[in-house]
């Protein structure tokens, strides 16, 4: 079975530049995460979706930050404009019902996003 | 509120020795308790998770993990680790109660196994 995809693997552009990051989830799970993971904070819960829809989007950093479910199948993850310290691995996972008692999270490889 | 506290950020272990990686956590609920790996330039494997029962969970690749309700403690071991087993390593929590609710990690535990 496909896991969690995520595309670019690898993103390096100038601040300022709009980034778009993507996932596509495994097919048949109805809750879908983005994480960030950095040296300094570890790795952070961004913003979880729930069939498609934003449950908790407290952990977004700021308003350069968007992201979005237009599908079951699709989610992107929107900085603009980009900065240095946005630079991170950007994790997106996926699990089936409540992703907690007997479905665990799976995490795709991730994209390492480099902002100069 | 959660919080996960990994003792040790690194462990550098001999190939076939045993290995101890350590995790406490503060939780005012209940919580589940989890072990994820993430090996070099990959996303993060659910080891083994806590719910409920024996208090000893057995996981994937040989590990275990311990919970203690009275220390907070939920530690990860291994009786003889191999060179494959040098990543990342995750203990997280999540309460439990009605709804979904969100992950929380520990900072991460680097595991080095050397020849």
């Known amino acids: 079975d496909a896991g969690v995809i995520q595309s670019p693997r690898h993103e390096v552009t100038e601040m300022g530049q709009e980034v778009t990051l993507r996932c596509k989830p495994i097919s048949g799970h109805d809750y879908l995460f983005w994480y960030r993971q950095t040296m300094m904070r570890g790795l952070e819960l961004l913003i979880y979706f729930n069939n498609n829809v934003p449950i908790d989007d407290s952990g977004m950093p700021e308003d350069r930050f968007s992201a979005k479910m237009p599908n079951a199948s699709f989610s992107t993850l929107k900085i603009q404009p980009s900065e240095p310290r946005d630079s991170a691995v950007y994790f997106c996972?996926?699990?089936?019902?409540?992703?907690?008692?007997?479905?665990?999270?799976?995490f795709g490889d991730g994209t390492r996003l480099s902002i100069l | 509120a959660q919080s996960v506290t990994q003792l040790d950020s690194q462990v550098p272990v001999f190939e076939e020795a045993p290995v101890e990686l350590r995790c406490n956590y503060s939780s005012s609920v209940s919580v589940y308790l989890f072990w994820y790996v993430q090996y070099p330039n990959q996303g993060l494997q659910l080891l083994l998770k806590y719910l409920s029962g024996s208090t000893l969970v057995k996981g994937i690749n040989g590990f275990e993990a311990e919970f203690n309700k009275s220390q907070t403690s939920f530690h990860l071991r291994k009786p003889s680790v191999h060179i494959s087993d040098t990543a990342e390593y995750f203990c997280?929590?999540?309460?439990?109660?009605?709804?979904?609710?969100?992950?929380?990690f520990g900072a991460g535990t680097r595991l080095a196994v050397h020849p």
């Open positions: 996972a996926s699990s089936r019902g409540t992703g907690v008692t007997n479905q665990p999270q799976h």
């Open positions: 997280a929590v999540t309460p439990l109660s009605g709804g979904y609710n969100k992950l929380i």
